[in-house]
């Protein structure tokens, strides 16, 4: 009875598996092939990147959603880790209130996030549709992610450890610096990392901020309407590829000990 719910298990697993990550693989595929039509038996060519390398609008794209990508991630994980530690390290009556907002935005829609943030920036701050738009939208929603990434870490955080340095003489940024930051770094590392995919690959949010700013999403949907190109393909293959070498660059780190996010008393 064991082994065939066991064996249940397997087969389910592997067929969740398959579901997942086949179209993935089978884009990467496809980018190799001198065929995208019926790409069987294997032609494998270059011919897709070669493309790809020499459109300048998919360059600048690129280099846009890196910005958007970097700029979320930092402003994410600073006002994660500076909400954690205001809900966990000072009990007041209104650290639900705080929590609930800062978690709020898991339950909007991202269309909801671009248009009511294309809005508020155009008719109260002023801010045309720019990069800078952009970061603030996404960087919204984001902090979300990151909060519940670093609230995780500093729940098993021991604050006597604050306390003690600040008897000693250490000030509240000595402490934050010397104490609390070498101690919770892998989960803001991790919540930036988070920020940072989210607002790359992010089209609803993005696309109602930049204008007609290229970033990689927009620029990919706009080629959606004219049919699935050959260098849709290359891009998409480059950015999964990026994703599964961060990925594979994390687990070795942790299975070195370079990076560790346990906590030790």
């Known amino acids: 009875m064991r082994q065939t719910v066991f064996g249940l298990q397997v087969v389910m697993l592997i067929g ?13 595929y496809v980018s190799f092939q001198t065929n995208n039509i019926w790409p069987f038996p294997p032609d494998f060519s270059l011919h897709h990147y070669q493309s790809l390398l020499g459109l300048r609008d998919f360059h ?8 958007i990508g970097g700029a979320t991630a930092v402003l994410s994980a600073l006002f994660a880790t500076m909400a954690a530690i205001g809900v966990l390290r000072y009990r007041t009556r209104w650290r639900a209130t705080v929590a609930g907002l800062y ?4 339950f909007i829609a991202h269309i909801l996030i671009g248009i009511a943030s294309l809005i ?7 801010l045309p549709g720019n990069l800078g738009s952009a970061v603030i939208a996404n960087a919204t929603y984001a902090t979300a992610f990151a909060f519940l990434i670093v609230l995780a870490q500093l729940a098993r955080y021991d604050w006597r450890l604050d306390e003690a340095a600040m008897v000693f003489g250490a000030s509240p940024v000595g402490t934050f610096r010397e104490v609390t930051l070498p101690l919770i770094w892998p989960s803001v590392l991790g919540a930036a990392i988070v920020s940072f ?8 949010v993005t696309f109602y901020q930049v204008g007609a700013t290229p970033t990689l999403p927009t620029l990919a949907w706009g080629e959606l309407r004219h049919g699935i190109s050959e260098e ?10 990026a994703v599964f070498l961060l990925l594979a660059m994390l687990y070795g ?10 906590y030790r008393d």
């Open 120 to 126: 508020f920036n155009k008719s109260v701050l002023g």
């Open 232 to 241: 849709l393909y290359a891009l998409t293959s480059l950015i999964n590829g």
């Open 103 to 106: 978690l709020a935005p898991l």
């Open 197 to 204: 995919l989210m607002a790359f690959n992010n089209l609803e």
């Open 253 to 262: 780190l942790l299975r070195s000990g370079v990076l560790r996010v346990e």
């Open 60 to 67: 600048a794209a690129l280099f846009n959603s890196v910005i």
């Open 16 to 28: 969740l598996y398959l579901f997942l990550y086949a179209p993935i693989f089978y884009i990467i």
